[in-house]
């Protein structure tokens, strides 16, 4: 049987809550290959049929004031192929659930006929609301995990991970990470289109793939706000001695109270051992002076808190994807 000539029926979802960049993105790639198919001969002119579909009938204004051209309300889509929820800003940032019912009904009518769910960053908090993705794995930008998590404790969440797949077709692709779009527009291509398609897109159009995953982005951001005054004083004085040797032993000491109290009502306040809590504390260091100077990683090393600088190398890259060189050739600041 010859394949099926007709476009894939694709459909961004747009919201007051969506960002331009991320949708509009989305669009001219997926729309693109008129353009890709000039250089490379045996690309299909018109693999994907996109429109953006939204609440209602009216255009919607997105979060940051501008406002998106929607094709057609979700309700006059009776199916689709693929559906993607595009990234959405988030204030505070905490997800309000229950602001978009119907698009959530739409969404889980769209699956049951076999579409394809996709997201891009925040995207996969509405995603989520439909309730596809419990006891399953997920991903969003690392900062906005602890509303995932309060929002949606079943889902299983991955956010050292840009792109993730799931379900019993695959039929869930999501992505972490503001510019996470390109991983998602390069993925459908790949699948739908083909990898040579996907490599063409991406050379013509400088999109790419964001191969390490999310872990060299992601910042140490330890909680404050567990209660527990004895563990916060525990750490402002890690923050500010850190680099110190033996500091959990020093911080024990001066906390006066038995180690193993400590350390437990600390791993129970901010989820890390002191030791674990330690080497973050050190690593975040030494990812400042890498992107901000040019002093040798012996030195960065020693500064931390590391004689060992085997030592230091290995624990950098188990907590950032990269060793300390290769990091600096990616997020140095010298060439700006």
Known sequence: MPPDPRPLRVALVATP??????LSGLFETLNAFPLLASFEAGLPERPFDVEVVAPGPEPVRAASGLSIGMHRAHDEVPRVDIAIVPLMLVEGPDWVPGRYPGLVAWLRRQHRQGALMASACTGVLLLAETGLLASREATIHWAFAPTFHRNFPDVRLRTE?????SGERQEFVMTGGVMSWHDLALHLIARYVGPTAAHVAGRMLMLEWHGDGQTPYMEFVPRLDHGDARVA???RWLEANAALPAPVERMVRS???PRRTLERR???ATGHAPVAYVQQLRVAEARRRLERSDEPVERIALA??????SYFRRLFKRLTGLPPGAYRRRFGMRDL
């Open 17 to 22: 809550d969506t960002q331009v960049g991320p």
């Open 161 to 165: 991970q840009v792109l993730i797949t």
């Open 233 to 235: 004083e525990c750490q």
């Open 255 to 257: 906390a006066g109270m």
């Open 266 to 268: 600390f791993r129970s």
């Open 304 to 309: 931390v808190g590391y004689e060992n600088t």
